[in-house]
Structure formats: structure tokens, C-alpha cells
């Protein structure tokens, strides 16, 4: 049974920091490319950061910079480390996992992913 567990969320002010956390399971881990996704309220569900079976990396515009994306294979963790956090950075943020029949499409896109887990609020104030 495939499970992504996250982690990590809170409330901070603008400017600060939070890391998040996935634990995975029932997959082989290492063989997937991994995504994080926020959705604030009223707006589409959005690509953030991906990092790929190889470990290749992708950003959204917006968090680039500020964010970083990393897994651990030993530990089937996926982590997002976010820095200087805007209120605009507000939202539930989701990790998602995508088997290798996307590979070559798009990183941040949220219909080629299989895999979801039931997110984690951040709250970002001014």
C-alpha cells in the first residue's frame, strides 16, 4: 500500500524558514521522481520543486532560490527545505510521487503525478 506521509508544517512569520518532510512507502522509492505542491484557498493545486530519480531539480519560478529540494533513497524521505518565507507562501503543500512512464514531462505537473499525500499547512504571516 502506497503511503506519502508529510510532515513539518507550522505557522511562521515572513521571513522565516520551515523544512518539510515525506516519508514514503509501499514503492520502490528511488525508481520514482518526487514533487512537492501547495494549493492556497481558491486557486489551483501548483507545482513548487520536483527532483527526479537521478536527481535532477526543477522550481517553479516563484520559490527559486528560496527553496531547495532533496531526497534521502536510504531513508525513502523527501524533504523541502523553504527560506524566506512570504506570506504569499501560504498554502497546504502536498508531496506527490510519479512512476518512470513520465519521465521526459513536465516536473511540476500535477496530472503526471500518481501518487499523493494529504499535505501540510504552512502559514506565513506579515
Known amino acids: 500500500q502506497v503511503q506519502l506521509v508529510e510532515s513539518g508544517g507550522g505557522s511562521v512569520q515572513a521571513g522565516g524558514s520551515l523544512r518539510l518532510s515525506c516519508a514514503a512507502s509501499?514503492?520502490?522509492?528511488?525508481?520514482?521522481?518526487m514533487g512537492w505542491f501547495r494549493q492556497a484557498p481558491g486557486r489551483e493545486r501548483e507545482g513548487v520543486a520536483a527532483?527526479?530519480?537521478?536527481?535532477?531539480?526543477n522550481f517553479d519560478h516563484s520559490v527559486k532560490g528560496r527553496f531547495t529540494i532533496s531526497r534521502d533513497n536510504a531513508e525513502n524521505t523527501l524533504y523541502l527545505q523553504m527560506n524566506s518565507l512570504k506570506p504569499e507562501d501560504t498554502a497546504m503543500y502536498y508531496c506527490?510521487?510519479?512512476?518512470?512512464?513520465?519521465?521526459?514531462?513536465?516536473?511540476?505537473?500535477?496530472?503526471?503525478?500518481?501518487?499523493w499525500g494529504q499535505g501540510t499547512q504552512v502559514t506565513v504571516s506579515s
Open positions: 509501499g514503492f520502490t522509492y528511488s525508481d520514482y521522481g
Open positions: 506527490a510521487a510519479r512512476n518512470r512512464r513520465w519521465v521526459g514531462y513536465n516536473t511540476l505537473d500535477k496530472d503526471t503525478y500518481n501518487y
Open positions: 527532483i527526479d530519480s537521478d536527481g535532477s531539480t
